[in-house]
T-cell receptor, first 110, second 115 residues
Framework: GESVGLHLPTLSVQEGDNSIINCAYS??????FIWYKQESGKGPQFIID?????DKRQGQRVTVLLNKTVKHLSLQIAATQPGDSAVYFC?????????FGPGTRLSVLP | GAGVSQSPSNKVTEKGKDVELRCDPI?????LYWYRQRLGQGLEFLIY????????KSGLPSDRFSAERTGESVSTLTIQRTQQEDSAVYLC?????????????FGPGTRLLVL
């Protein structure tokens, strides 16, 4: 079945450094991927998405990379700021299903 | 509205009582979803609506859980005879059209605590 998981449950980075959050998915037919950010006490917030016909997509300070060969997705945050501290979820759709990973908690150190 | 709204934001209830959670999706969004999020865990899919029909109820954990939706607007999730294991954040999301390949926009959630 479809599963989406994250390599690390927690990640601590120094303010100003770049952050990389990883995600693995199991279904090679997955064709659409989303990253969400969830701050404490709030609902998940859309960050960026990517479709399977792309390898890379950039937003404001964020980049998503998709490696279909190894079924791996990553979220890169440039110049990490204290406001980036949150839990980050990857999600994958396949057909009518939508599956979320357990999340990675990003802590930004001063 | 500007975003997905949910009410109440917090709910404390006693074991065995029924609770009703409300979701107002983004105006014009035909698809609506309910998820459950236990403390420190990921999102658990509960049910999906397209319009006022629910083609996928596969995630509802038991027959104590039910949901309905009025047209393409408000949805309510009802939990009957609540149990302590039902304590979680219940998140609602909506998307513009069909289920796949559509970004889901989430509400702030309802934090349910069953004593």
């Amino acid at each position: 079945g479809e599963s989406v998981g994250l390599h690390l449950p927690t990640l601590s980075v120094q303010e100003g450094d770049n952050s990389i959050i990883n995600c693995a998915y199991s279904n090679s037919a997955s064709d659409y991927f989303i990253w969400y950010k969830q701050e404490s006490g709030k609902g998940p917030q859309f960050i960026i998405d990517i479709r399977s016909n792309m390898d890379k997509r950039q937003g404001q300070r964020v980049t998503v990379l998709l490696n279909k060969t190894v079924k791996h997705l990553s979220l890169q945050i440039a110049a990490t700021q204290p406001g980036d501290s949150a839990v980050y979820f990857c999600a994958s759709t396949y057909g009518q299903n939508f599956v979320f990973g357990p999340g990675t908690r990003l802590s930004v150190l001063p | 509205g500007a975003g997905v709204s949910q009410s109440p934001s917090n709910k404390v209830t006693e074991k065995g009582k029924d609770v009703e959670l409300r979701c107002d999706p983004i105006s014009g969004h035909t698809a609506l979803y309910w998820y459950r999020q236990r403390l420190g865990q990921g999102l658990e899919f509960l049910i999906y609506f397209q319009g006022n029909s629910a083609p996928d109820k596969s995630g509802l954990p038991s027959d104590r859980f039910s949901a309905e939706r009025t047209g393409e607007s408000v949805s309510t999730l009802t939990i009957q005879r609540t149990q302590q294991e039902d304590s979680a954040v219940y998140l609602c999301a909506s998307s513009l059209g069909g289920r796949s390949r559509e970004t889901q926009y989430f509400g702030p959630g309802t934090r349910l605590l069953v004593l």
